[in-house]
């Protein structure tokens, strides 16, 4: 028992002492790995400092080297009854004030270039660490974080307004991803909810699955199939890889077919739909989506307008060779509070105010559209209860704008 006992101890301390052994250098190793390298602010002082002892150093060497030769020229030059002693003491007197002199002066201004030099660059750090800080808290998620003015030129001046301008950005597109992702689950929310309803209405017996339920689910289903077409619409349409086919098409052409495509719904709704040509001009557009806009606006103007309001349809010439289409109503009208935003995905003036079987993203479309055309689309409104105005500005063919 006492030979089996002792041989165990002996492989113990080995493993104790191979642990740390190859632990140890890794952390000096990583240490030195890790180290950070001189900021900014500190190099700059450096290579201050070596440029300025430099400097010195090369004027005291050139003045020693030249001063005294210059001044035993000038002593012979000028003559007189000095003995070569008294001559060697003088050219040795005037060497060693040079040499003091030089030496004190370079010294002090060598000194006093290394604290405006630390001053600078402790400024420098300061104002570099303020933007790295405020670019650190906006990467965070802190959008309301700003960079102070530091006074150190326009190019600090500069950098700072263009991360407060970022900061600003990303502060709104945080905003617009939030509201979007949130209005896209209240959108299928509700044809969802709808389908599963039906689906449990079924599964209980309470119904059957005859022409009506299948109308609802497929009417749900129709709804969000849109909804993810219309979305994928807009997206394409905004990284400029939507599908266009433009051809020369006239206007009057676009504002007959979009008005023969609505006037059903219009007459439904007793609302009184105009149409008004008054230019011959083409354009070259794809007819399909130009007609979708057209359709997007007029179903747009139709929900906000009451019979028996109208509806004006016109295509008339705008400026610098453009061809204007738009759509005027009588309607409900927009705040001005709320019409810098109905271009916006899922905007709501009416937050209680659902989208009558629409993606709520139909303006959205309309205005990706026409900018992949070249053109614009804008909204005015003298405000609520007072209609609203959309113009639709597109380049006449043979006129396209860059």
Known sequence: ?????????????????????????????????RRRPAGLSTRLLL????LLVAGAGTAWLVAIAIGPGIFHQHMIEAGGTHTPAELDHIERGFRDSLVVALSTGLVAAVLIALVVTWWFSRRLRTSTAA???STTRISHGHYDTRVPTVGLGQEFDHLADTV???????????????????????????????????????EDGVRTTDAATMAVLRGNSRRLHRLANDITTVSRAEEGRLDLRPTPTA???????????????????????????????????????????????????????????????????GQDHTVELVVTDTGSGISEADLPHIFERFYRADPSRQHRGGSGIGLTIS???????????????????????????LPESGHHHP
Not at 47 to 50: D, F, M, S, T
Not at 164 to 191: C, F, I, K, S, Y
Not at 263 to 279: F, H, I, K, P, Q
Not at 368 to 393: C, E, K, Q, W
């Open 1 to 33: 028992m006492t030979t089996s006992a002792q041989p165990t101890p002996p492989p113990s301390p080995e493993p104790a002492r191979s642990t740390p052994s190859s632990g140890t250098p890794a952390p000096s190793s990583s240490g030195r790995e």
């Open 47 to 50: 290579a201050q400092g070596l």
């Open 131 to 133: 933007v790295a800080a």
């Open 164 to 202: 407060n301008e970022l900061a600003t950005r990303l502060g709104h597109v945080e905003q617009t991803r939030t509201r979007l992702l949130a209005d896209l689950a209240h959108e299928m929310r509700t044809p969802l909810a709808s389908i599963d309803a039906h689906l449990e209405a079924i």
């Open 251 to 317: 206007a009057a052409d676009l504002l007959r077919g979009a008005a023969s495509a609505a006037s059903d719904a219009y007459c439904t709704a007793g609302v009184t739909l105009r149409t008004e040509v008054n230019t011959p001009a083409t354009i070259d557009v794809d007819p399909d989506r130009i007609s979708q806009v057209l359709t997007n606006l007029l179903d747009n103007a139709l929900h906000h307008t009451r019979a028996p309001g109208a509806v004006t349809l016109t295509a008339r010439r």
């Open 367 to 393: 205005r990706a559209i026409i900018d992949a055309h070249g053109g614009t689309l804008v909204a005015t409104s003298n405000g609520p209860g007072r209609g609203a105005t959309f113009t639709a500005t």
